[in-house]
């Protein structure tokens, strides 16, 4: 079995807002002497934030782009590096929501306890990063 870490980041429009919108899910696949990032966006994103302004939206696509370009490296250690920095999330619009530890397997299980019902079992993997 495999196992991996996930790390969920939320989205506000609001500094002051304690709880946001759970956005994207970042995992981190454990291989053989090895890590690989992959992640998933939640369907309909840019509706679903009610974001009200454009720059939002554009850092929103910024840290896709990043979360893309790590999935996609070779670098094993700067995708370590990349994961572990999500935790510190805390200011701004995308911020850490919850992070965890399971096998792969049992992440259909696990994420949609996060989603408040927004995402079904197994459609989660559908907007692939």
Partial sequence: M???DY???EYTNSELRTHGVPLIVVLRLHMQNSYTLTGYVLQ???NKIEAISERE???VEAFLE???HYSRTSDSS???RFFDSLNGLS???LRAF???SCFVQELDTVLPMFFDGAIEPSSWQDPSI
Avoid: F, H, M, Y
């Fill in 2 to 4: 495999t196992s991996c």
């Fill in 7 to 9: 790390q969920i980041l």
């Fill in 44 to 46: 309909n994103w840019k």
């Fill in 57 to 59: 939206i554009g850092e």
């Fill in 66 to 68: 990043d979360l893309r």
């Fill in 78 to 80: 700067g995708a370590r």
């Fill in 91 to 93: 200011v701004g619009p």
């Fill in 98 to 100: 919850v992070s965890g």
